[in-house]
C-alpha cells in the first residue's frame, strides 16, 4: 500500500502519506485527486526533505523551501506554477 490516511481533527480534509516503492515515506501533506495539493512535505528517496509547502495541483505554488540533494536550502520563498519566483 502506497498511501495512508489520517483524518485532522473535526476537519474534512485528511493528511495523506505517500511511499516509495521501498517503504520510505516520499510525501505527507494533502492530495487532490491523487496528486499533491496545498500544503505538504515531499521526501528524497534517501529520507531528506526535498520541498515544504504549497502546492497546486502538483507543482509548487505559492510560499515554500526547496532543498538540493544534500538537504541544504536551494530557494526559499515563491513558487509560480512549479517554478521560482
Known amino acids: 500500500k502506497n498511501v495512508e490516511t489520517a ?30 495539493h496545498e500544503i505538504g512535505t515531499e521526501y528524497l528517496e534517501d529520507g531528506k526533505v526535498k ?16 532543498n538540493d540533494e544534500d538537504g541544504f536550502v536551494d530557494h526559499k520563498g515563491e513558487f509560480i506554477d512549479g517554478e521560482i519566483e
Request: overall charge positive; charged content about 25%.
Open 7 to 36: 483524518k485532522v481533527g473535526g476537519y474534512d480534509s485528511s493528511i495523506e502519506k505517500v511511499f516509495f516503492d521501498n517503504g520510505q515515506i516520499k510525501y505527507i501533506g494533502y492530495l487532490k485527486n491523487n496528486i499533491f
Open 51 to 66: 520541498h515544504i509547502g504549497e502546492w497546486e495541483n502538483g507543482k509548487y505554488q505559492g510560499k515554500g523551501t526547496l
